[in-house]
DNA sequence: CTTTTAAGTGTCTTTTTTACACCAATTCAG
DNA sequence: CTGAATTGGTGTAAAAAAGACACTTAAAAG
């Protein structure tokens, strides 16, 4: 029986028969970040072994022999969350032996960032929840380790990149803006100077209009101006710094 | 056959068998570069594969089930080139659904940089050689893209972490520490300003020697200090930018 | 109309980066 | 022995970026 992408119910058979011919597992991981009411939260569902009942795991599953990483980490995401145009990014390889009690597996973890609200949870999905990336604790398989991997290399990514914006509506305030970078870095930064960054950067764009139902006074709305960012030719400069 | 660390002999046989049965094959490849006569190079072995023949290719193999990734590299280094007291790290992988013509292989990239100098190739080794990665034109397998990822890994890399040190003499000028900078990122750069930036980051000890046998002035020797580099907790900083 | 909350703004200081030029030490060629 | 060639070693000024910091304004809630 190929290692191809099984259903859940006979997983661990094709895994244990996989084990005996001596050959090894690849999975793909996707940890799904999100960002809701000021949280960095995560996507997780309810492991399926018996070994993991009770604990939380990433959405994976067994690459198919015929499709590339990317395909398999795509694929996992629309089928095990419905989601789909979501921008995933492999974030390395993780393959001690021991790591999946059925068998050898190597897997090759994802991350994304998405906005909560939209990708609603159908109901039906009682298995998968978001989760408070702060409050996690034991996780599934070495899943906790992968997570922590994937949020070190967000922390560095979005700094490096304009990740964020796709955590946010297509119309944003610098507040939410500036709560979303806090949320993922865990610090606190100085409004005038994260403004003054933002806005030199030359790339957010005033819509003109302003937030609404804001217990305060309404912020302006910006939007995040893709073309140009594109158009930057990515400055290749050289900061030796250790 | 168990997808095994195979001999050379017979791996396509298991290659073929495994693509049969609808298994998925995992490797490493490493991707070792080094530092000679002010050009990086990399080392490369003739293909083994008659759909390459007389192309280079990355020294890699088949992960076993009972090694980590990280052991399979190591193995391969010390197997395919001898070497040992590497350090690897890893970039990320591969698997395009036909990188391999044998089979679906997906591959693990690891890379490292050496001295060149330390590592003298034996002369059994005639199929293994340093290949300036300037001059490099094809490759087998989608080698060339894998090493492509790599050394846009090291560019950054080097940046970042003191990796540059093992590619020199345990004692070394300011000189060669700058021709290297520049050979690995492909810029010239300020001599001065690059003196003073390494002075900064106090982690060169001035050993009080001088080079010797160059047709010009010698320069001082410095080394590079590890310990102080260790305890100088990692400073996480937030610049932002994009 | 007072309180609360966050928006919006500007300046000064410090740090970092960049650009740039001269004299000194050694080898080599003649 | 001398001059040419080559690289070592140094400092400063200007520009850019980062960091610290306080007050006025707009809206909502009571």
Redesign the interface.
């Known amino acids: 029986?190929?290692?191809?992408a099984a259903s859940q119910k006979n997983i661990e058979t094709i895994l244990r028969q996989?084990?005996n011919?001596?050959?090894?597992g690849?999975s793909v991981d996707c940890v799904i970040f999100g960002f809701d009411e000021d949280a960095l939260k995560v996507l997780l569902i309810k492991s399926d072994l018996k070994d993991f009942e009770g604990k939380w795991s990433l959405l994976g599953d067994l690459?198919d022999?015929?499709?590339?990483?990317?395909g398999?980490a795509y694929r996992v995401l629309k089928e095990r969350a419905g989601m789909e145009n979501v921008y995933l990014e492999?974030v390395?390889?993780?393959?001690?032996?021991n790591r999946h009690p059925a068998a050898?597996v190597?897997t090759?973890a994802y991350c994304s960032l998405v906005n909560v609200q939209h990708y609603q949870l159908t109901t039906l999905d009682n298995e998968l929840h978001w989760h408070t990336v702060r409050h996690i604790g034991e996780m599934a398989f070495d899943h906790k380790q992968i997570m922590d991997a994937c949020y070190e290399w967000l922390q560095k990514r979005?700094?490096?990149?304009?990740l964020g914006f796709s955590l946010l509506p297509k119309q944003f305030s610098l507040r939410e803006l500036q709560n979303l970078?806090e949320a993922i870095?865990g610090?606190k930064?100085d409004r005038r100077n994260f403004r003054k960054?933002?806005f030199s950067?030359d790339l957010l764009e005033d819509t003109g209009e302003y937030e609404a139902d804001v217990p305060h006074r309404p912020g302006k709305l910006y939007k995040f101006n893709y073309e140009k960012?594109q158009l930057k030719e990515r400055k290749k400069w050289?900061?030796?710094?250790?």
Do not use: C, W
């Open positions: 029986m190929p290692a191809t996989m084990e011919e001596g050959y090894n690849i690459i022999s015929k499709e590339t990483l990317d398999a492999q390395r390889s993780f393959g001690e032996i050898r190597i090759v979005i700094q490096e990149h304009p970078y870095l610090v930064l960054k933002f950067m960012y050289f900061g030796i710094d250790f």
